[in-house]
């Protein structure tokens, strides 16, 4: 493009005026963003704690590669929620993202977590189901 | 990277503060961790309430000094299940509030936020304390078994 050009006047027509109407985001506040970091650092944490608690499984006689997948799967889950929580506080202009990243994943940690406990309910019940029928089998 | 739907388009610095309904796609995400937070609370409170009436039924039922030793640590470990519980459906009653409500999203938000942040601590917290214990509890059985 040549510098010496003389500016055209209907150039400006081209500017995407949409981009300045968009509705109105959300930036929060200095004790909002304390409430988000908090739970940022703890999130983080419990992240840690659960990748380490995996790998504590793969220690002993009872290792279990399930476990270790489930509790890594978890932590990275945490981590990266951890971390969206951070650029709430940290960046401008994309809080309200941010926060819907961290949340759809810790839904998702959550989600986990219930569908190993129905599991964990269901070979319990079965199991208990086992042994009645193994001790109605024996006295009869 | 933005997921579509989400906030304003980039390049947009809205001022901080200030009032924000959050909009449909936004109530969703909201909403479905709301309802799992509540069903993750109902759950972690039902096992808290299983543990503690078995560390009281060991403590009973046994009797002796080992009984009431197992069934007093069974019966505090129930704590962490059943507080963590209860601010697990705290928050998710919060959640939920944010997706109900009109013209208080924010401060909803915010209320759910601290009880899902005092959920988490109350975990992160006892895992500490569980793996600070454990390790302990192993260096004392290791030197047992040495000496």
Redesign the interface.
Known sequence: MNPYQPPNPYQQQQYPQQQYQQPPSYEFTEPENSVIGSCATWTMILGVLEILQGASKMVGKNSSTLNLVVHVAMGVMLIVASQSLRKVVTTQGLDVPHLMKALDNFGQVLLIRIVLLILALVLVVVAVLAVLAFVAALKS | M??QG?????????????S?E?NQL?NG??G??GG??R??GV?SIV?GAIMLILGVVVMIAVGNDMGLAVGSVVAIAALQPMVSGGF?LAAGTAFNNVVNTQGND?PH??DA??K??NA??I??IV??VT?VAGVVLGAVVFAASQG
């Open positions: 933005q997921p989400w906030g304003p388009q980039p390049g947009y610095a809205p001022a901080a503060g200030g924000y959050f936004e995400v909201i479905r961790l799992r937070a069903t993750w759950c096992i697990y924010i938000m915010m936020m601290r899902l942040t988490v601590r975990e992160g895992a500490i793996i």
